[in-house]
Structures are given as C-alpha cells and as structure tokens.
C-alpha cells in the first residue's frame, strides 16, 4: 500500500475509532494522489469480517456488506454484522468523511 493512502487508511480507522480489523474483502478502488491527499474512488466488499468498534472490548462480528467511496463521501450498503447476541444492520451515508471526522458517531 503506498504511504499516502495508508496514513489516509489508518488515520481514518483511528478517528474512526475502528481497532483490530481482521477477515476477507475485495476491492476496486482507484486512487488519486494530490500532494498529501487522497481521493479514492470505487467499492470494497466485506465479507465475514470481524472488527472492535467505539472501544477495544466492542467487537463487531460477522460483517458482511458493500462500502463505496466516491471523493470525500462513503456509501454503506447493507452492511450486517453480530454484536454480542443481536443482529446489526447498516445502510446509508458518512459524507465528508475526509475532513476532521466531525460528522462521524462517537469523534470528537
């Protein structure tokens, strides 16, 4: 992964507050460097992946589902997973979600 997108990648995870992610994706995904910035546009599908969320002991399991990037937006579709006993399910927009995190659950 070149420098750039992965400061991008895991700067994003951190604000994010997204830890430990592990399982298989697939991705189409292009990348646009400008100096220090990344555009990326294109989808990436999960398939059984497993990640701790908000906090280290939240862990998310069994993700499966579609993340399209477009610029400074991401699009989730259908995205479902198991936290502890219950079935979770996701669907919409993070718009910006290049810029200070702001508009994300849980940043600060």
Do not use: W
């Amino acid at each position: 992964m070149p420098k750039p997108l992965k400061r991008v990648y895991l700067s994003f995870l951190k604000e994010a507050k997204i830890f430990d992610v592990h399982g298989r994706t697939s991705a189409h995904l292009s990348c646009r460097f400008q100096g220090e910035k990344v555009s990326l546009n294109g989808t990436a599908k999960l398939d059984d992946v497993d990640a701790k969320v908000m906090q280290p002991g939240m862990l998310v399991k069994n993700i499966h589902g579609e993340i399209t990037a477009s610029g400074d937006d991401l699009t989730f579709k259908n995205v479902r997973g198991r936290f502890r006993d219950a079935d979770v399910f996701f669907s919409g927009k993070v718009l910006q979600y290049t810029n200070e995190m702001s508009n994300l659950p849980g940043a600060y």
